[in-house]
Each structure stands twice: as C-alpha cells, then as structure tokens.
DNA sequence: TTGAAAGCGGTACCAG
DNA sequence: CTGGTACCGCTTTCAA
C-alpha cells in the first residue's frame, strides 16, 4: 500500500503538492499535476481512509441500523431499500456501515458509534411512536434522517410515504366501483404509519357519509390477515371489500375468502398496501398501493448528505405520494 | 468529543496509562486503573476509530457487497443473511461496510477499498463458477471468505451448504414414497450450486437404477416454474414427482398443476429447495431443504476473523449439510 | 505555484 | 508500574 510520501517521492514533489493535485484543492502547474497524477496511477495510490478521517475529522461513512428479520417476512422491501441507500450513498461519496441493535439498549449502540467518530450520520428506519434513537440524535444534534415520522415534536428531518392519502386512493377506487360496505384490516395500534393508513379509511369514508364500523387488527402475517378476514365475515356479512393496510395481511384474507367460496374480486373485493413481489403472484392479483422506494431513499441520502456538509440546522420533512396499482384483487373478470 | 488526552488530565495520568488501561494492553495498579476508568466513564469516552485505524492499520470493518435484489425477489434469505453477518461480526468486534457493485468494473470496487485501507476483509457472496472477485482476491492475498464455492482451483476459504446432499435428501425420501418417475427443474446451467443440486438429483437416481431423463431449465422465477411444469407435463405424462431447485420454481410448478386439475401432494408430488418463508404457506405447503443460516454465518465470520487476526494463511473449506422439511406437497393428505 | 511542518487521536516502544 | 514521545498518513496553514 503506497502512501502520499510514496507518490511525491516519484513525482520528485512535496507531500503536499500531491493533497493538492488529488483532492484538487490548490491550483498546481499542469506540468507538475501530470506527473502526480501519473506517479499516483503507477503506484496505485489511494489515499488512506483512516488518516484522512482523521486529520477532517469526518468518516464518510453513514450509519444504518438493520431491521430484525421477522420470521415468515415475505416482503424485500427493505432489502431494495438497504441496496437503494447503499448506492445513492456511493454517489454521494459515503459508505454504508450498517449495524444489529443489540438487545437491551439500542441508543447506546449509536452513542457509541457517535463517540468513535465512526460515523457521519444515521438513517433510521423502521421508526415508532416514541422513538428512542431520535428523541437521543436530536438531543445530541446529531446529523440523521428517518424514514417514517413519529410522534416526537422537536423538527426533525424525515422523509415520509403518504399511507393517509395511500388509502383515499384505495377507498376512492372502491367508492367507483360501487362499494359503500368497505371494512378494513388494520396493524396493532402501535405504528405511525398504521395509524395513518387507518385514518386515510375513515376519512375517506366519512367525507361521502360513510361510516367505517367494521375494523380488524391483525399482526403482519398470512395467518393474521387470514383470522381477521374470518371475523369480518362473521361478524359483518354485510361487507364487500376489505381494505388491508398491508398485502401480507390482504393475502391472509383472499386465501381465507377464496378457501370458503369466495370469488375474490367479483363477489368481494381485497386491496392490500406495499406491493410486494408476491403481490402479483397471488390469485387474484392484489390490487395495492405502491410506495416511490427509490424517490425515498433518494431523498433521504440527499437530504442527510446536505445536513452533514453544508448546513447542520437544515431540516427536511418530505412526505411522497403512493401510486394505486390496481389488479385483478378488485376488477376481477374470471377468477378460473 | 473528548480525546484520550482529556481523560488523562481528569484521571491525573500520562495518556500513555489511559491507552494501557482502556485496551488492558499492560498492568496497571488497581488504584490508578480506577481512577481512570471513573475519568473515561465520566467524560463518556470512546477511542477514535480513525485514529486508530491509522495507527494499528486496522480498520474494524468487513466488506459485503450486497446482491442486487432481483426483481420479483420473493425469498428474504439475503436479508437474513445481512443480518445474521452484522449481528456475528459485531460480537466479533467488527463493523460491516456494505456496498453495491457498481456497473461495469466490479472488481474495482473491492480494489479501492483495499487499497484506501477501508476494510480488512471481504465476505463474498453470490458466487459464481469463475468469480472475478476471487480471482483478484485470491491473487492479492487479501483476508475474504466466500459464501459458495467457484471453480477455481487456487485455495481459499469459503462456507457452502452441500446442495448435492440435499437433493440425494430429497430423491430418498420420494423414493422412499414410491416414486420411480421423477423429473427436475433446474436453473440455467451456470451457477456451481445449481449444477451441484442437479448432479445429487441424477446421482440419488442412477444408485437405485432409475435413469433422470427428465429436466428442465428455468430462470429462478414463478413463471418460469409454471412453464417448466408444463412442458414437464406434456413431454413426460409419466412423472409423478417434480424436485425443483429453489422453492420459487417449485411454487410456479404447483400453480400449474394445481390450476391444471392436480392435486398436488396427491397425483403428483413437488418438492423445493431453500425453504423461504412463503414455502409454508402456499397451497399445499412445500417439501423443501432448509439451509442452517446461522450457522453458515458464524462460520462465515469466524473464518474470515481467524484470518485477518491470527494467520493470514489461513484456508479452512466448509461445507454444511442441509435439511429435509417434509410438508403436505409430498404427503398431503387432503388438498381442499 | 510549491513546500515545510504542525497536528488530528491514538498506540506502543523505551526509559526510568 | 508509569510516562515521554515517535509515528501512523493525510490536510492545511503559512512562508518562501
């Protein structure tokens, strides 16, 4: 591994001249940046990322906290999103470190990653109410962006997928097509984002006086979507279209529906939200609500990006519209 | 952020004996330890990491290129996989640095970040039977172990499940039910863990005389499951079982039985490989191999650590068997 | 336009 | 057992 020394050695100039000719920072004689650019090629020079972190005190590195798997998930989503923040944030000249929170006390995970000067930033994912992590980085004031809002007051920067206004699509999609009996599938209450599709619901509903009386909870999974459709049944035979606050849950209740002589997408109709791979697999295809991954991490890189290099007090708050996609879950023609 | 020197001024020591203690590096008495270990915890100190970096030429970080999602991506083993790695690393005392192979020069990417000393190690997966990443990796002599095995002969380290074992699992046990007529559906002939599963499949038939003259090729897909299955069906009337070699290739061939008035588990048996988290929940729940992830991942990690810390020649080759899960698409009793 | 040298925050050798 | 200090590789100020 060759040093500056190295390369300033062949090109007969100073270390210095050659930080000036890489970085390009200085004007340097053509003549003279010729020959460190080629003294640089010839040796192979890159420059050491330690001792650079450590003379600007800056990494490059942003920080990434890994979502835990959850058994049985079915979606991919984050992981296009852990691959889509990996190469926007090569573009923007930083590297991932991403990193498990260890049991007990996640905050002091990213403490100490602060600490080591090890990052520059975080992206926080997969964020809650009353969010840990945020409610310390903002306290530290240090640089982070979050995917997903939360219930903290104190400006923050996030960048958000509307699942309210994800859910006006949906309800007014079921409103055209002649449903006026529309239940719906929600998560625990628990979850901003769950909260807010729900919302979406209602008040797409109450707004041509409709009233939302038939709500399910259910955990994320197939088996969840599957009881909560049998509920609904049972309890609201009245009821043709269930909107699903996640496609997981909405394949759960098609395989419930279609199991028990259901014609799904003609005697009622299923909507989900994520567009998932699988959701075009399934039978009917889903119709869904699908969320701008690349636009949001896009942002969300940028947006951090510009808080660590140019202004540490910016503050972004973006909210991205989702697209309705619909299929067969709602216009089915023949269900074989 | 304070710096070893303001630990040193608080505990009354020279830097040198905040260095000794922090690392446990020399004996130190008990009372002088005390007073340092109070200082650090009081100014909430954590060493630099660049500094060092710089110092011990050591950065802490693993590399791991991340596979590009494929579209219609519905495993989620990559991701478990990322997970499990930084999960094991980070008890190994090292961060993951991940990254995404840009276009056209990928070998470039791992280039640079040797050579700009970002990480100690690589893990790479995704292997395929000529691996440029290997090949340069292997002829730097730079730590990396790979998950899969190439074809290249150089040695070096690497964790792979025995996919051959498993498909002689598999071929047992539809043996074992009666089945003389098995077909298989393969990947393109390309990739060393598809081929290796194919040559199980033929190997498992020829010990016991039955000849494998039945095989498709399929890119890793719903779809192309399906229209494996069908020529399947049309050219070879006579199978009664179709082993596949992934789970999303199994899942299409029992859409297309299924959609086709058989019932799968009973008039024909489909068998999988991966055991994805959807295996369990399609109808009839898939016979499929499991692959013991955490293990892989551990041994991924303790390989490469051994390397980088303890002898960079290092060579250690593993190969861990997979597992048979028997569900209801080989022995299904009813298929409602 | 170029270079000498200080210093970023640690580690570890060597002396006491 | 403790401390002074050289040095890891680079950036950047200041002077020439």
């Known amino acids: 591994m060759n040093t500056i020394k190295d390369v300033a050695r062949e090109a007969g100039v100073s270390v210095a001249t050659v930080s000036y000719v890489v970085n390009g920072t200085k004007k340097v004689s053509a003549e003279v940046e010729a020959r460190v650019l080629e003294a640089a090629q010839k040796l192979n020079y890159r420059p050491n990322a330690a001792a650079r972190s450590l003379r600007k005190s800056e990494a490059r590195i942003l920080g990434y906290e890994l979502p835990l798997p959850e058994t049985g998930d079915i979606s991919s989503f984050m992981q296009r999103f852990a691959y889509g923040l990996t190469t926007h944030a090569a573009e923007a000249g930083y590297h991932i470190i991403s990193f498990a929170a260890v049991g007990e006390d996640v905050v002091q995970t990213y403490r100490q990653m602060i600490l080591a000067g090890r990052v520059d930033g975080f992206i926080v994912a997969g964020t809650n109410w009353h969010d840990d992590r945020i409610q310390f980085l903002v306290k530290q004031g240090f640089p982070f962006v979050s995917f997903g809002r ?150 969300l890189i940028d947006v951090l990006t ?30 074989l």
Request: with cysteine; aromatic share 8%.
């Open 150 to 299: 939360t219930a903290i007051e104190n400006p923050y920067s996030y960048v958000d997928v509307d699942g309210y206004d994800g859910l006006q699509q949906v309800i007014a999609h079921l409103l055209e097509l002649g449903h006026e009996n529309i239940a719906f599938v929600g998560w625990p209450k628990d979850s901003f984002s769950g909260d807010s599709r729900e919302q979406g619901y209602i008040d797409a509903l109450d707004s041509v006086g409709l009233a939302a009386q038939a709500v399910e909870r259910s955990s994320n999974t197939i088996e969840g979507g599957y009881s909560a459709a049998r509920k609904l049944i049972t309890n609201h035979p009245e009821i043709t279209a269930i909107a699903c606050v996640s496609d997981v849950i909405a394949i759960g209740a098609v395989r419930y529906l279609s199991r028990h002589g259901y014609h799904v997408g003609q005697d009622i109709v299923v909507t989900g939200f994520d567009d998932i791979p699988l959701s075009q697999y399934v039978t009917p295809p889903l119709t869904t609500v699908t969320q701008p991954l690349d636009e949001v991490v896009f942002q």
């Open 306 to 335: 510009h808080k660590i290099e140019e202004d540490s007090s910016y503050t972004s708050q973006t909210l991205l519209k989702p697209t309705l996609v619909i299929r067969d879950s709602t216009i089915g023609v023949s269900n």
